[in-house]
């Protein structure tokens, strides 16, 4: 009898049993993964709203050192080792220019809708392929296509060329600020663990802004405390946490794309939360940047050769 035709005994049955359940457990959890990923993007687009509120209250600098001071007591409890001296060397590198996105971010937030602030961020997806150039990585058509296509809906989003303030100019320079962040992460770390390298990224955060921030300031109402604690614990350390476990077990591509959907979110949160409304030009131009960011990430899957796709 062969072994394909066999039909299995008792002890083989179990065997047979529990690899189906493993089978069945393994096709359930890449949801899960999604979905955490999903909440995290969520949680991030709902942070436009909250940071737009705080900053109202609290000045820009000191909230920023609040949220970054908690982040990194956060990392450090869940690190609990000391960084190795390239460890040290990338995340003080990395985190210097992460603080520059944040606070060219929320300083912008603060002169814009969180609506925008939150789609014009998002286009960090679209200029890191054109920063990754001076890499020597090749640009493909579909991101010019999505630079030029978010351009367009920015100025339709804001009411022309002349509607567009330091508020949005300063988110744009956030975005690219990020992208920077992200390419340099992408050539430095690769050797390197994530999650020592975020608690130093959060280090050098905290001191920038600490250096940059004013100790002598009352402490924040209630309120405020709920989005520092909010932004510090769950949208900075715990947020990185959940990313960095679910990447590690769905494919980059699957990931960038539901990232990517992190404006959506901002602005549902900004029409629901904040009550922003848009009219049809900057509706329009809304949608325009929603798809160039989205498209961007969908172009590979269908345009970029095989072997490419395997070494993304």
Known sequence: MTRQNRQPGLGSSVTYRMRQGAQSRSIDRPLIYVLLLVMVTAVWGWTFVLVKDAITQYPTLPFLQLRFALALIVMVALVRRLPTRRELWVGLVAGAVLAGGYVTQTVGLAATSPGNAGLITGLFVVFTPLINRFFGAPVHWWTWCAVL?????????????????????LVLACAVLFALHIVLLSHWSPSLPAAPLAMVQMGSS????????????GPPSGGVWAAILITGVFASALAFYIQTWAQAHIDASRTALI??????????AAVLLAGQRFGPVQAAGAVLVLAAIVGHELAPLKFKPQHERAQA
């Open 149 to 169: 296509g978010s351009l367009a809906g920015i100025v339709m989003l804001t009411g022309g060329p002349s509607g567009m303030g330091i508020g949005e100019i």
């Open 206 to 217: 905290a001191l920038i802004f600490s250096a940059a921030g004013s100790w002598s300031l």
């Open 259 to 268: 990232l990517a959907t992190e404006p959506a979110w901002a602005v549902v």
